[in-house]
């Protein structure tokens, strides 16, 4: 089974700009649909982002719209998440996950997640 390591988390000021990458070893993101969530202390784990098995297809929430980007380099078997214009409320721990869906399919949904990364932290200072 595929196994996910996050890193690239760190302290940033507000207005700043952080790269998060996911490296998956033990099989190819290929095969699998993968995307961010992030959990604030005391909240629910939301989903931000979320990128097809292929990369045609994205899904973001509404906060990540016009500041995140997820792409993927088959590659460097990585999915990133490019961040900028970062906020306080951008503070939480950021989890890579990945979901076995159909080639042409993109899920938000925490439930089709089987598989996840430790998690990288994120904080932004105001």
């Known amino acids: 089974q595929v196994q996910l390591v996050e890193s690239g988390g760190g302290l940033v000021q507000a207005g700043g700009s952080l790269r998060l990458s996911c490296a998956a070893s033990?099989?190819?993101?290929?095969?699998?649909?993968m995307a961010w969530f992030r959990q604030a202390s005391g909240k629910v784990r939301e989903s931000v982002a979320a990128?097809?098995?292929?990369?045609?297809?994205?899904i973001y929430s509404d906060s990540a719209k016009g500041r995140f980007d997820i792409s993927r380099d088959r590659n460097r078997n990585t999915v990133y998440l490019q961040m900028s214009s970062l906020n306080p409320e951008d503070t939480a721990v950021y989890y890579c996950?990945?979901?076995?869906?159909?080639?042409?399919?993109?899920?938000?949904?925490?439930?089709?997640?089987?598989?996840w990364g430790q998690g990288t932290q994120v904080t932004v200072s105001s």
């Open positions: 990128i097809s098995r292929r990369g045609g297809r994205t």
């Open positions: 996950a990945a979901a076995r869906v159909a080639i042409l399919s993109v899920t938000d949904s925490e439930n089709d997640y089987a598989y």
């Open positions: 033990g099989g190819s993101i290929g095969d699998y649909a």
